[in-house]
């Protein structure tokens, strides 16, 4: 399945900006699929993504603020509302 980012326009960390990049789900677990096919995807260099504390598996706040910025970008781009958004992944992050 070909991962696609709806808050990103460029393949740079979204932290840094780095340009060596991993691919991270922002809603994982049982959303997973459903964060790949609605493009519900941040890129991240290594630090930020699994390699440091620093990273996003880690870092508690940065995982709830990036889960609030693609909640927030995916209610405008697929123009839907809170609830829609709490019926496809069960919770309201914002």
């Given at each position: 399945m070909n991962r696609f980012s709806i808050l990103q326009?460029?393949?740079q960390c979204y932290v840094c900006g780095s340009s060596i990049i991993h691919t991270h789900e922002v809603y994982y677990g049982k959303n997973r699929k459903k964060s790949i096919e609605d493009g519900c995807c941040v890129y991240l260099c290594p630090r930020h993504h699994n390699m440091s504390n620093d990273g996003i598996h880690f870092n508690k706040d940065l995982d709830l603020k990036v889960k609030?910025?693609?909640?927030?970008?995916?209610l405008e781009y697929y123009n839907k509302t809170i609830d829609d958004f709490i019926k496809r992944y069960?919770?309201?992050y914002i």
């Amino acid at each position: 399945m070909n991962r696609f980012s709806i808050l990103q326009d460029k393949k740079q960390c979204y932290v840094c900006g780095s340009s060596i990049i991993h691919t991270h789900e922002v809603y994982y677990g049982k959303n997973r699929k459903k964060s790949i096919e609605d493009g519900c995807c941040v890129y991240l260099c290594p630090r930020h993504h699994n390699m440091s504390n620093d990273g996003i598996h880690f870092n508690k706040d940065l995982d709830l603020k990036v889960k609030k910025e693609m909640e927030k970008r995916w209610l405008e781009y697929y123009n839907k509302t809170i609830d829609d958004f709490i019926k496809r992944y069960g919770k309201n992050y914002i």
